[in-house]
């Protein structure tokens, strides 16, 4: 099935535009430079129409099933038909993966996404940030910006995504998975 939407996860704001936790936006902002996104508070974020709808929520990342729920039903836009892009903790950073459903993996905007889907089958997009090491220190470490060497291999990651990105919203996943995985 193609995709309808594809939601990059992150939180709003300048004082989180250069965290890790905003990988999610990074890739989205790249792939339609030419299609500003607008907000639209009826679906509680920045939207913009390219092939697929873009969307990027602007509740912060713990309440961002609310945004993607809104459009999602707005659009009658089924489940299949939904990639949602996230910084991963345990893959390095440069390191990306598409998986379809499975848990929220103790990501904060997966809960809340499966949570008001009513369903963990979506399409998933992992853009390795690499792990702190403790869990005690995740918090800081996602709200941190990446070291430079970190910040070059995730661009690397993304894009190898983009070039990707027509395959995934064919429907195409099984061919995406395969460059994807051998390219990061």
Not at 79 to 98: C, S, T, Y
Not at 139 to 162: C, F, H, K, M, W
Request: positive net charge; proline residues 5%; charged residues 20%.
């Amino acid at each position: 099935m193609s995709i309808a939407l594809i939601v990059g996860l992150g939180n709003p704001g300048p004082k989180y535009q250069n965290t890790r936790h905003n990988a999610g936006f990074w890739l989205l902002d790249q792939l339609s430079p030419q299609n500003p996104f607008r907000r639209e508070t009826k679906f509680h974020g920045e939207v913009c129409r390219a092939g697929p709808w873009l969307l990027k929520p602007n509740t912060f990342m713990n309440h961002s099933g609310q945004s993607v729920a809104a459009l999602a039903n707005y659009y009658k836009i089924s489940i299949d038909q939904i990639l949602v892009i996230h910084d991963e903790l345990d893959f390095p950073a440069g390191k990306a993966r598409l998986k379809q459903g499975g848990s929220d993996g103790r990501h904060n905007g997966l809960k809340s996404i499966i949570a008001h889907l009513g369903s963990n089958q979506f399409l998933r997009l992992r853009i390795g940030i690499g792990h702190p090491g403790s869990s005690a220190q995740v918090t800081n470490y996602v709200l941190g910006s990446p070291s430079r060497d970190d910040q070059i291999e995730i661009d690397r990651a993304i894009r190898v995504a983009l070039k990707i990105m027509p395959f995934i919203v064919a429907g195409e996943i099984d061919k995406a998975m395969q460059e994807l995985h051998s390219q990061t």
